[in-house]
């Protein structure tokens, strides 16, 4: 009798989440819906209780850390555990589906990591801004909705979202000039291309009349008698893809539109380096993923063709460049520029497989780099100075062999996997990215790729040489590795090491989710 | 536990158990090492007692894909495929052979990192037998570039000079930039045939242009491990600058890897292209056999004497291996065999005097046979082996491999056959210069004989060479399936 109700209650809520009532939609949008809530809640918590003269104005930075952690951890869980997995939601204005399903945890997930790892540096810094990390769980959440966009319009609010409380943040130190010009920099510069980027969208939407992803595709593919003869319409709509293009490889800091990355990179906090360099990628390629492959899947012949050069680009510079660079942060800007381009060589591919491969290097990417960053955001000291600068040039890698080895091996490990290196998960990302565009015939491609992942490997490597063989020009140790980091390094290098035993379950998931978006 | 898997994770037990000793106790860390590679070799034995010479089959399967093994999608869980046969079963041997030896030689002369250096050949031994044991075209890549970092790590911090910096530096790159296009080359195989599992390949066809390709792809990667000579020239840097038991390693295992890629790859899948760049294996090969015989003789570092006649001997294999015929593959992997014995015991003689001396230049040695006769004895020994006097195990592969080259070549054995002329002159004006004549003794001012250890790790070199030479049927045995059924599905 009871399990009678039971099951009968579950076909009933499989089969109404199905329909387009906004009621629905809420409860599908929960994830989202809480971490918004739970950011206003941290604005209104902060702002009363650091003005309040009875606490005697606490500083609330780690609180509040500590509480984003809690709500990001619980937005993860209401996402995995959300009862719908396929809804187009608000009038065709979100979508939820697996692929989104996956980008939103990665997005969580590494959110959650970089918070959790400059907790010790801000403390160190200290950074008393609590607006900081709510920011952060903000964009997070911009971010969100980014993925899940089907629409023209979410989408451009949507990276506005996140946009504006990047150049807040990244501007965040305001008594050090880099970071200020870093904040104007960013500012300036994602100003810009996202005004590329809405122009392409009005381009499209003027000579279609139509903003949504689906409604798009469907018209390039069958098409009104209007657009699929009128001489003007259909390279006027490719105009406004190249457009789009554009605005996303400004964003993503591809080749030709890189020249603001690695300023900026470098002039912000490293923790905000950190949240730039890794989260906003899996956001971004994954609308952007969508958007080619169900609005312009007819127009692949240019897209390729731009993602190719961009690709290409993107490699050779990112190998050679950072060949010569003395700053490690500088250094990592280039190096994740030439890891945006086996990203775009995935993308460039057409194909699932090559969805399938740049969303492995994508999750390995991220792990790689949550490693990287949180053996970056170690607490450092130099002794002559008696302050606790930050590790700035990569000759401050010296000597860490003999005084911090642990460390020092880990970091050794996660240069390698950068360098594909095999045993470790880098190689395995970036095989399968290979194997993917020899088997949409990219050859050119494959073979650049390879010989520049072997250019990499001369300073990925150099930075293990300096850190094993090469004495100090001024002395300088870490102090003991703060835990949150500890625990960040672990896990991402145990992740590192052992994923080439059983990649089986990322590999079944990256081809389900390649499959939502294809098919 | 098949003994194929007990192989592969008895060295990572003992590196797991290494992981929790504390760095303090050297002496113990030492003995937990050496146990481990003992015991390692002894099981290694009994892969050869219970192997069955009457099959070309692939022997002691072992699988360690999960249940979804059957599915048809490989590249998701790589097919964890070990096996053995004929071929394979004497490197893996002489791997686990090895390791001890490398464990002892630097019983007292590495002082610093100890335990890190334990477990750096306790990994590059498993990863060596997984090399060549695996039975999957992708994963025999991953195990190939796996090697590196090991190697890396014990050419550049257990290296003896400054420039051994450059030598890890040159050995990476070099093998790195080699390898990709096998790499790729391994991709196109997967997406033609659906698969990397070797004895499906063996079974596979490829067009000609294709086979060209991929036969171009491989041997970019091997013929930077084995050397041939425009690519030889990370050998001498790396060896000069690695540590007396990595030179070991890389004299006797490393370098095998090249030709054991030949054998086991580019020949049978690509039988066509195999036929079709014979020429230019010859080529490169007589040249390197004549070019690195003539560099040897003006060599002046011991090491680097030694390397470059490695380089020699390597091309003299695959010189056998493209002989195509059962006289000269067996005769290159006995030749490959003999090799990996005669040249790692050199480089031991060597890190004897480095020990002792600190110097490895020609120039101050002299008059050793007065001072320190039993080296002299067993350095001589290792000499004429290595020139390939009858009687040496040397002998037996270098005769056969020339053998089955003038079968084929009679103009490429008689150019290849100088090289074993230059070979006795390089190596009699070695042994000239550093046994006989008056010794220096404002240079070299204390004299002691080889130490009991290193008397007895020794000890087991002068055997198996003799025995090799003497009675080579055990051996010859093991192969013949294997290598006749190579030939025969080849061509």
């Keep these: 009798m009871v399990f009678n109700i039971h099951d009968d209650s579950l076909i009933t809520l499989s089969t109404t989440y199905k329909t387009f009532l906004f009621d629905n939609d809420f409860q599908s949008l929960l994830p989202e819906i809480f971490l918004i809530t739970a950011g206003i809640f941290l604005v209104v918590y902060g702002v009363i209780f650091s003005t309040s003269k009875d606490k005697n104005y606490p500083l609330l930075l780690t609180n509040i850390s500590w509480l984003s952690l809690l709500a990001c951890v619980f937005t993860f869980l209401l996402l995995v555990n959300s009862p719908v997995q396929n809804a187009l939601l608000f009038y065709n204005t979100l979508v939820i589906d697996d692929f989104t399903t996956f980008i939103k945890g990665l997005i969580l997930f590494s959110t959650f990591c970089c918070i959790f790892m400059s907790l010790d540096y801000i403390k160190q810094e200290s950074l008393n801004a609590f607006e900081t990390i709510i920011l952060l769980v903000l964009s997070t959440c911009g971010m969100l909705f980014l993925v899940s966009s089907a629409d023209f319009i979410s989408l451009y609010l949507a990276i506005e979202a996140q946009s504006l409380c990047f150049y807040v943040v990244a501007a965040l130190k305001r008594n050090s000039e880099f970071s200020t010009e870093a904040g104007l920099k960013y500012f300036l510069l994602g100003a810009f291309s996202s005004g590329l980027l809405l122009f392409g969208c009005s381009l499209i939407y003027g000579f279609t009349g139509v903003t949504n992803f689906s409604e798009l595709g469907r018209i390039f593919t069958g098409g009104t008698q209007e657009i699929l003869t009128s001489t003007t319409a259909l390279p006027a709509c490719e105009l406004g893809m190249v457009f789009l293009l554009v605005g996303f490889l400004f964003k993503i800091t591809a080749v030709p539109f890189h020249m603001w990355s690695p300023d900026v990179y470098e002039g912000a906090p490293t923790p905000i380096t950190a949240f730039f360099l890794i989260v906003p990628k899996a956001a971004l390629f994954g609308v952007f993923l969508r958007i080619f492959f169900e609005s312009f899947y007819d127009f692949i012949l240019p897209w390729q063709k731009i993602l190719l050069v961009s690709s290409i680009g993107s490699m050779i510079l990112g190998s050679v460049a950072a060949l010569s660079q003395t700053r490690i942060k500088r250094l990592l800007a280039y190096s994740s520029i030439g890891h945006v381009g086996y990203l775009l060589a995935g993308f460039a591919c057409g194909t699932i497989e090559g969805i399938q491969a740049l969303m492995i290097y994508l999750f390995v990417y991220v792990f790689m780099n949550i490693n990287m960053f949180a053996f970056l955001l170690c607490g450092m000291r130099r002794e002559h100075l008696q302050t606790v600068p930050r590790m700035k040039y990569i000759s401050d890698l010296a000597y860490l062999a003999k005084t911090n080895p642990i460390l020092a091996l880990t970091f050794t490990i996660t240069m390698f996997s950068m360098a594909g290196i095999p045993p470790l998960a880098g190689f395995y990302s970036k095989a399968y990215l290979f194997f993917a565009a020899m088997s949409s015939n990219l050859y050119v491609l494959a073979i650049i790729g390879v010989l520049c992942s072997v250019l990499s490997c001369f300073y990925y490597i150099r930075l293990v040489k300096i850190m094993y063989f090469e004495g100090p020009k001024n002395w300088c140790s870490f102090t003991r590795v703060p835990l949150e980091n500890a625990i960040t390094l672990a896990i991402t290098l145990f992740f590192i090491l052992f994923f080439m035993l059983y990649p089986t379950p990322l590999h079944l998931i990256t081809h389900k989710i390649a499959l939502t978006l294809c098919l | ?491």
């Design chain 2, 1 to 491: 536990m098949s003994l194929i898997s007990t192989l592969l994770f008895l060295p990572l037990v003992g590196v797991f158990i290494l992981l929790f000793v504390p760095n303090w106790k050297i002496q113990f860390i030492r003995r937990i090492a050496l146990n481990t590679s003992l015991l390692t070799f002894l099981i290694s034995l009994l892969l050869w007692i219970e192997f069955d010479s009457g099959t070309a089959r692939f022997q002691f399967l072992e699988t360690f894909t999960g249940s979804n093994s059957t599915s048809g999608f490989s590249f998701s869980s790589f097919n964890f495929l070990f096996g053995v046969d004929g071929i394979s079963l004497f490197f893996i041997i002489l791997t686990t052979f090895l390791i001890p030896i490398c464990i002892l030689v630097s019983w007292t002369s590495i002082q610093a990192y100890v335990k890190e250096y334990c477990i750096a050949f306790l990994i590059l031994e498993s990863f060596m037998i997984a090399v060549f044991s695996v039975l999957d075209l992708l994963l025999f890549y991953v195990f190939f570039e796996s090697v590196l970092i090991p190697m890396f790590v014990i050419i550049g911090v257990w290296g003896s000079r400054e420039r051994k910096i450059r030598a890890a530096y040159q050995f990476f790159l070099y093998t790195l930039l080699g390898s990709v296009f096998m790499l790729l080359a391994i991709l196109l195989i997967y997406f033609q045939t659906g698969t990397t599992d070797l004895e499906i390949l063996y079974c596979s066809n490829f067009s000609e242009t294709r086979q060209i390709f991929l036969w171009l792809a491989f041997f970019a990667s091997f013929a930077v491990k084995v050397p041939m000579v425009p690519v030889h020239i990370w050998l001498p840097e790396a060896h000069v600058e690695a540590p007396t038991a990595g030179s070991v390693i890389l004299a006797g295992i490393l370098l095998k890897l090249g030709t054991y890629g030949f054998l086991r790859f580019s020949i049978p899948l690509f039988p066509f292209a195999t036929f079709y760049f014979t020429p230019l294996i010859y080529t490169m090969s007589v040249i390197a056999i004549i070019y690195t015989s003539l560099t040897t003789l003006r060599q002046i570092d011991l090491k680097k004497i030694i390397a470059y006649s490695s380089v020699a001997h390597m091309n003299f294999v695959t010189l056998g291996l493209f002989s195509l015929n059962t006289q000269g593959i067996e005769g290159s992997i006995l030749l490959m065999l003999s090799h990996g014995l005669v040249s790692p015991a050199l480089f031991l003689c060597v890190g004897f005097l480095y020990d002792r001396h600190k110097t490895r230049l020609l120039r101050y040695y002299a008059g050793c046979g007065r001072t320190m006769p039993l080296f002299a004895l067993l350095f001589v020994f290792f000499t004429m082996a290595n020139m390939s006097l009858p009687g040496t195990s040397s002998f037996i592969g270098e005769f056969l491999v020339l053998t089955g080259t003038y079968q084929n070549n009679s103009f490429v054995a008689f150019l290849a056959a100088t090289g074993m002329v230059l070979g006795a002159a390089y190596a009699l004006w070695l042994c000239n210069r550093l046994v006989y004549g008056v010794i220096k003794p404002h240079f070299i001012n204390e004299w002691s004989d080889v130490t009991r250890r290193e008397f007895w790790m020794l000890v087991p070199f002068v055997v198996s060479i003799i025995w090799m030479g003497v009675y080579p049927e055990p051996f010859l045995d093991v192969l013949h399936c294997s290598v006749s059924n190579l030939i025969s599905h080849g061509m």
